[in-house]
Nanobody, 124 residues
């Protein structure tokens, strides 16, 4: 049974930082491309960051480029999202997603496995 469990969300002031973690089990993590998506109330799920299964390729939308960093630790079967210089518009539920092999894809449909999400709230 594949499980992706996010943690690290919370309430932070604008300009602050948070580090999200996504611990996985039930899959061969080292063979998986991983990504983070986010969804604010009343909005569609939005791409936030992705990393290829080899770890040598990452991809970010312009809205978070230079502020967010995705990384992976294959020994811990965990993917991280370091978020700096947070803005109120970053407020959303953040979801971890995975798929076997592939590059750093940005569409939700490209991923097969999903976590339950963790809430990030940035106050102004």
């Amino acid at each position: 049974q594949v499980q992706l469990v996010e943690s690290g969300g919370g309430l932070v002031q604008a300009g602050g930082s948070l580090r999200l973690s996504c611990a996985t089990s039930g899959l061969t993590f080292s063979s998986c491309a991983m990504a983070w998506f986010r969804q604010a109330p009343g909005k569609e799920r939005e791409f936030a960051a992705a990393i290829s299964w080899t770890g040598d390729s990452t991809y970010y939308p312009d809205s978070v480029k230079g502020r967010f960093t995705i990384s992976r630790d294959n020994a811990k079967n965990t993917v991280y999202l370091q978020m700096n210089s947070l803005k109120p518009e970053d407020t959303a539920v953040y979801y971890c997603a995975g798929r076997y092999y592939g590059r750093a894809y940005s569409r939700p449909a490209d991923y097969n496995y999903w976590g339950q999400g963790t809430q990030v709230t940035v106050s102004s």
